[in-house]
């Protein structure tokens, strides 16, 4: 034993040694989190907060410690309702994996705002109860002004329905041109044409904004377009 050792170090595939390190990486991961710029949360099964990093906390104008012991939905409304299914069979199953939900929701001052979460289940050993870690993309805010008053509601072409509903669906620009009949630019010329319409930047922020306009059925599962803005005579088929 060297000189000044204490005792024998620590055996790391001991079951002590093990959660020690857990406890020391957890506390170090939750510094990081109070420290990070991107929205985060931890919440139970069922979707009780069990934590929230201050820049969760600044989206509803709190502190983080608010947060703690109230469930995610009473804070994001989500687009899509059917897509938590899957996230409630995920954990059932312990299946790891990243589960987009479009959401809005409204700000201390009334501004409402949309953007993405993407939800992991997770847990602090294999064996261990599943938690839901989210993380908040902000896709941006609806302003209440003519031109926005007239993209509330939206008319989309045949290509633009069909375009839009695959790209909500995960489907990559290859394969959407693939299903519609077009090359992939123009699939991105649709794509390009919607983002610029409705002020956004990204597939991800253009399908959040989709749902929140309308444009797509919440209520379906693969996503589709909504029937009231089907035939419009924007963009080309």
Not at 221 to 237: F, I, L, N, Q
Request: charged share 25%; glycine share 8%.
């Amino acid at each position: 034993m060297e000189l000044g050792a204490s005792g024998p170090p620590d055996d790391p595939q001991t079951p002590e040694s093990w959660h020690r390190q857990a406890i020391t990486w957890r506390n170090r991961m939750m510094l990081l989190l109070d420290h990070l710029p991107l929205p985060v949360a931890l919440c139970d099964p069922h979707g009780v907060i069990l934590l929230a990093n201050p820049a969760m906390a600044a989206e509803w104008g709190m502190l983080s410690g608010q947060m703690q012991g109230r469930n995610a939905l009473e804070f994001f409304r989500p687009l899509s309702p059917v897509r938590l299914h899957p996230i409630a069979e995920a954990v059932r199953l312990r299946r790891r994996s990243r589960y987009p939900v479009e959401v809005t929701w409204s700000t201390p001052d009334g501004t409402e705002r949309y953007g993405e979460i993407d939800v992991d289940p997770v847990s602090d050993a294999p064996d261990s109860a599943m938690s839901l870690m989210l993380l908040l993309r902000v896709g941006g805010e609806r302003v209440e002004t003519p031109a926005d008053e007239a993209a509330a509601r939206p008319r989309l072409s045949g290509a633009e329905a069909r375009i839009l509903a695959l790209a909500a669906a995960g489907d990559t620009t290859a394969r959407i041109a693939k299903r519609v009949g077009l090359t992939p630019d123009g699939v991105n010329y649709h794509l390009t044409q919607l983002s610029r319409r409705w002020g956004v930047r990204g597939k991800a922020a253009l399908v959040a904004r989709a749902y929140f306009l309308g444009a797509l059925d919440p209520a379906v599962w693969p996503p589709a377009a909504a029937e009231d803005v089907r035939g419009g005579s924007a963009g080309t088929e």
